[in-house]
C-alpha cells in the first residue's frame, strides 16, 4: 500500500540524533514505544552514510538512561503507596501501565538485585519499567546509571547490527515493504489490543474483590 511507504519514507526523513534520543527517552519512560522501531531502522539509515552508527547507538543509549532516570527520580519522589494509586487510574491503564505490572517488575528487580537494571533492559515487558523499583528501593544513582548504561547500551547494539546489515539485503526487502509493514502494524495493533484486554480484565477482576 502507498500509505505505508509515504509513512516508512517521512520516518526515515525524520531520523535523526534528536530523534533517536526523544525516542528512545519515551521508550524508556510509559509510553508503549519499542526501540525495535527506533534503532534498526535509525541504523539501516546509518548505514547509508547519513548518519554513524556511533552517533546512533549514543544518541539511543542517553535518550535510554534519560528516560530511565526520569522514572526513577519519579519513582524516588512519590513513593511505593501513591504510585501505586496512580497506577491504578484509567489514565494509568490507557498507557498500559497497572498496578499488576508494577508489581511483577519490583519482583524482578527483587530477584536479581542491582543487576536487575543490566539484565532488564534486555527482557520485554521488564525493560521500560525496571528503573521504578530502583527508585522505590532508592539504589544508588551512579550504580544505576552504570548498569542501565550498559544495559540499554547492549540492546541497542543487537538492534542496530540488524537494521545495519539489512541494508545489504534491502533489494530483497523492499518488494515485500508493504506486506512487512502490513504485518508489523497488525502485530502492533494486536499488541496494543491485548494489553488493553488484560488491563481491563484486571481492573474489573480487581472492582469485583
Do not use: C
Request: hydrophobic share 50%; net charge positive.
Amino acid at each position: 500500500m502507498h500509505i505505508f511507504q509515504t509513512i516508512f519514507d517521512w520516518y526515515m526523513a525524520n531520523l535523526n540524533y534528536f530523534s533517536i534520543f526523544l525516542l528512545m527517552f519515551i521508550e524508556s519512560t510509559f509510553l508503549p514505544l519499542p526501540s525495535e522501531i527506533v534503532i534498526p531502522f535509525a541504523a539501516y539509515k546509518a548505514a547509508q552514510h547519513t548518519l554513524s552508527v556511533g552517533g546512533v547507538l549514543m544518541a539511543g543509549t542517553v535518550g535510554a538512561l534519560a528516560g530511565s532516570l526520569f522514572n526513577y527520580h519519579l519513582a524516588l519522589w512519590l513513593g511505593r503507596p501513591l504510585l501505586y494509586r496512580l497506577a491504578d487510574t484509567k489514565w494509568a491503564h490507557w498507557i498500559f501501565i497497572t498496578p499488576e505490572g508494577l508489581q511483577k517488575t519490583e519482583k524482578y528487580f527483587i530477584d536479581h538485585g542491582r543487576s536487575s537494571t543490566f539484565i532488564g533492559r534486555l527482557v520485554p515487558g521488564i525493560r521500560h519499567l525496571i528503573s521504578i523499583p530502583a527508585g522505590l528501593a532508592k539504589m544508588p544513582r551512579s550504580t544505576f546509571m552504570l548498569y542501565t548504561f550498559l544495559g540499554a547500551g547492549l540492546w541497542n547494539i543487537i538492534l542496530a547490527l540488524i537494521g545495519y546489515f539489512a541494508y545489504d539485503i534491502r533489494d530483497k526487502i523492499f518488494p515485500y515493504l508493504d506486506d512487512i509493514m502490513l504485518v508489523v502494524g497488525a502485530v502492533f495493533v494486536l499488541w496494543l489490543s491485548w494489553k488493553g484486554y488484560r488491563s481491563w480484565r484486571n481492573k474489573k477482576a480487581s472492582n469485583s474483590r
